[in-house]
């Protein structure tokens, strides 16, 4: 048990800190490639293609630990009649398993994206990095946040004090 919690908070702030350093990165790429641009007209060749590769990493990093903290953006429409129904529980502890379930078909296809851009020896245009490697990783990080929000949605229906092991430290 003493072990499971700092693994558990590795596992937490190691996707976090992969995002800092991409947005970090993102962001000094941006600023280089416009002083360049605007100064010496001489832009970054590679700069869409880095930017790309870092939005990846940024959403795909983040996503299951916001996910298993419940930070998604939320429509609130409905709320009103399920308080008053006294099913804010039961709906939400379904509505994430359900998108939970539905997110394994879309990662399963970015395993075959994966594979199939592996198989060709797909390659960025200027890096000459090989596609798979953004493949696997959206794959794997997406397979995550499938089961975190499967998690979720089971402990928000027969577990919810638990939840509160899941903050913002």
């Known amino acids: 048990m003493t072990l499971l919690k700092p693994i558990a908070k590795l596992a937490a702030v190691l996707p976090i800190l992969v995002a800092s350093v991409a947005l970090f990165g993102l962001m000094v790429l ?92 797909d390659r960025t245009e200027y890096l000459d990095i090989p596609t798979f490697y953004i493949g696997w990783f959206i794959a794997i990080l997406s397979f995550t946040t499938a089961l975190v929000l499967v998690l979720r949605g089971a402990m928000i229906l027969f577990a919810p004090s638990k939840l509160d092991l899941i903050r913002n430290d």
């Open 30 to 121: 941006t600023f280089c490639d416009v002083i360049l641009r605007s100064t010496f007209n001489a832009p970054i060749e590679a700069a869409t293609e880095l930017t790309r590769i870092a939005i990846a990493v940024i959403v795909f990093s983040a996503l299951p630990l916001l996910s298993a903290r419940g930070q998604h953006i939320a429509v609130d429409l409905l709320d009103p009649l399920f308080a008053r129904l006294r099913l804010v529980r039961l709906r939400d502890g379904i509505v994430n398993i359900v998108c939970g379930v539905m997110l394994y078909y879309p990662s399963a296809q970015v395993v075959v994206l994966a594979q199939r851009a592996q198989s060709y020896g």
